[in-house]
């Protein structure tokens, strides 16, 4: 038990649509990152908020948006979905400047039809 | 270009005996090392990490061994129990900048009773 979960477990979308993912954090987690694990794969880094403000993003293209709240719960936005973006999405925070581990919610599946 | 690697996809160990799982990586800039377990249906779980100044670090049955001039690391698991099958992954950083994990593709570690 991680204390990160995330929203909703499972999701199914159509290319072109806009998806919202969401996570909480375990409080005081001040830094969230979010990773694309496609199916045999490991974990993919998409970009990660400290306070509020992105603060180093992976290979990803500008459709793949976030937002993190004073609350330590955060949101994984993307747009104009593609098939190719089905995949699990896993939230993982962590405390910057202290423990480097990160702590991973179990994910939201989505398919993209 | 994958930076960390997992060239073994599948491993089975009986119970009781050690299981080794390898990681290679490419980036001399990587200095902090993690193991994750991940179980189906869940997100990757923590397991034990070792930052380079060091080349080994124990935890209970879990010891992880750092070759920073190989750019190798293993995980040794001893004894090998059945609630250890799981896929693991072995995760690089550099630790100036952002806590950006690179992932390996995993292992499925798969212990015999």
């Known amino acids: 038990e991680t204390g990160v979960t995330q929203s909703p477990t499972h999701l199914i979308k159509t290319r072109g649509q806009q998806v919202t993912l969401r996570c909480s954090s375990q409080?005081?987690?001040?830094?969230v990152s979010w990773y694309q694990q496609a199916l045999g794969q490991g974990p993919q880094f998409i970009f990660q908020y400290y306070r509020e403000e992105e603060n180093g993003r992976g290979n990803f293209p500008p459709r793949f948006s976030g937002l993190q709240f004073p609350n330590y719960s955060s949101e994984l936005n993307v747009n104009a979905l593609e098939l190719d973006d089905s995949a699990l999405y896993l939230c993982?925070?962590?405390?910057?400047?202290?423990?480097?581990?990160?702590?991973f919610g179990p994910g939201t599946r989505l398919l993209v039809l | 270009d994958q930076q960390v690697k997992q060239n073994s996809p599948s491993l089975s160990v009986q119970e009781g005996r050690i299981s080794i799982l390898n990681c290679d990586y490419t980036?001399?800039?990587?200095?902090?090392f993690l193991w994750y377990k991940k179980y189906p249906a869940e997100g990757p779980t923590f397991l034990i990490s070792i930052s380079s100044i060091k080349d080994k670090n124990e935890d209970g049955r879990f010891t992880v061994f750092l070759n920073k001039s190989a750019k190798h690391l293993s995980l040794h698991i001893v004894p090998s129990q059945p609630g250890d099958s799981a896929v693991y992954f072995c995760?690089?950083?550099?630790?100036?900048?952002?806590?950006?994990?690179?992932f390996g593709t995993g292992t499925r570690l798969k212990v015999l009773a």
């Open positions: 993982a925070s962590t405390i910057a400047g202290g423990v480097m581990a990160q702590y």
């Open positions: 995760a690089a950083s550099a630790t100036s900048g952002t806590y950006k994990y690179i």
């Open positions: 409080s005081g987690h001040n830094t």
């Open positions: 980036n001399s800039m990587f200095d902090y």
